[in-house]
């Protein structure tokens, strides 16, 4: 599958869970970071540095959605895997 679609598919349930996506240069010539899940007022938010690789924003939407409640929304399988995946790497 291509990988603009994979993340169309998790920003697409993050929308769906109520999870706000920023997509915002992050870090400074002192620190890198690349993004990430935080809660901000009670909101959840996934901040993501625009400039980093498709696969590295994947990572990060995957890693930080595997941590919620999805198995009653329905999802394509492969995209079920991935977020299976990212949660048993963040184990």
Known sequence: MQKNK???YL???AFRLGIEIVNEKLGGADFSIEGGLCKVKGVYKIFIDPSVPIEVQI???ARAL???QIEEVYLLPFIRE???KA???SQ
Do not use: C, P
Request: glycine share 0%.
């Open 11 to 13: 920003e697409d349930l």
């Open 6 to 8: 994979v993340l169309e």
């Open 87 to 89: 949660q048993k790497s």
């Open 59 to 61: 990572e990060i939407l």
């Open 66 to 68: 595997s941590s919620f």
């Open 82 to 84: 991935i977020l299976e």
